[in-house]
């Protein structure tokens, strides 16, 4: 049984808001995604794919996209930032069901809607950030709109940023979100391991998160298993699981790829992301730099 389907038949006489309540206390906030070395990564990838035009404005500013990847994470005391960086999809019936609007979400699910996750408008309106920030002429603006708007792309290319399921809480894997998301990147992902894809023009650009999302979910099952399967290795301890090397290296024989294609799809999707920002923008040049 599914740990949703678990609230919804032992508490069915419950109103719809204190289900939605009971869950979200039985759950803990996610943990941070990728890591600060995925979300370098991301960025890298996108500016790498980036045609001539707004490629220009990010000219000795690589490290600065790269540096302010992870800023959002930073900003999670905050307890309005964490919803942010995910969007559980059980409440809404699953990945074919989702709210496309704030005020849809608010209707089906009451008031406690935001805590299921908002990223998919939190990345409709960093997008619109970004292409004021081209608007305005200022390329250190750009820069730090990218960084910021990549972070919540790449979030969503985490299948486990779409779930309640979020840390393997209700399928007794806890710890799996680190494991995958941080723990195989850190120990095995090389930066040069990654082709940058280019950029794509596409005017229905805004509506492109939403199939993410439902691109990550659907790697959701596969994920679990795998990790239950390389951990059958695994060693009890006094303090939980130890693992160890085998099951590192099993984890990554099958999970490596996918993370490094998530990777690879949020550099991709971010390029998108600018250049489509750049063109609603009215393609701007950047400006020339002042004379030393
Ligand atoms: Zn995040």
């Not at 794919?49 to 490629?55: I, Q, S, T, V």
């Not at 984890?251 to 990777?263: E, N, S, T």
């Not at 390029?271 to 004379?291: E, H, Q, S, T």
Request: no cysteine.
């Amino acid at each position: 049984m599914s740990f949703v389907s678990f609230v919804e038949v032992f508490f069915s006489d419950w109103p719809e808001s204190m289900k939605i309540l009971l869950l979200l206390l039985l759950t803990a906030l996610p943990l941070s995604a990728w890591g600060d070395k995925g979300h370098r990564i991301a960025s890298a990838l996108a500016l790498k794919g980036l045609p001539p035009g707004p490629r220009a404005w990010f000219a000795g500013r690589e490290g600065e996209v790269e540096d302010h990847a992870s800023d959002p994470d930073r900003w999670r005391q905050d307890r309005k930032e964490g919803p942010r960086h995910f969007l559980d999809m059980e409440p809404y019936g699953g990945p074919d069901h989702l709210p496309r609007t704030l005020e849809e979400a608010h209707e089906r699910l009451g008031g406690d809607y935001h805590r299921l996750g908002v990223v998919p408008w939190i990345i409709q309106d960093r997008w619109r950030d970004l292409v004021e920030a081209f608007r305005s002429g200022d390329p250190a603006r750009v820069a730090l709109a990218t960084s910021i708007l990549g972070h919540y792309i790449a979030d969503s290319h985490v299948p486990l940023h779409t779930t309640l399921n979020h840390d393997g809480q209700a399928t007794d894997q806890r710890g799996i979100h680190s494991r995958w998301e941080t723990g195989l990147v850190e120990r095995f992902l090389q930066p040069g391991d990654l082709e940058a894809l280019p950029a794509e023009a596409d005017p229905t650009f805004l509506t492109r998160p939403w199939d993410w999302l439902r691109a990550s979910h659907a790697l959701l099952p596969q994920l679990l298993e795998d990790d239950r399967s390389a951990d059958r290795t695994t060693p009890a301890g006094d303090r939980g699981k130890l693992r160890t090397q085998a099951y590192w290296m099993m984890f990554w024989a099958k999970q490596g790829p996918g993370v490094k294609r998530q990777l690879q799809l949020s550099g991709k999707h971010l390029g998108d992301a600018v250049l489509n920002a750049w063109i609603a923008a009215g393609r701007p040049v950047p400006p020339a730099k002042a004379a030393p």
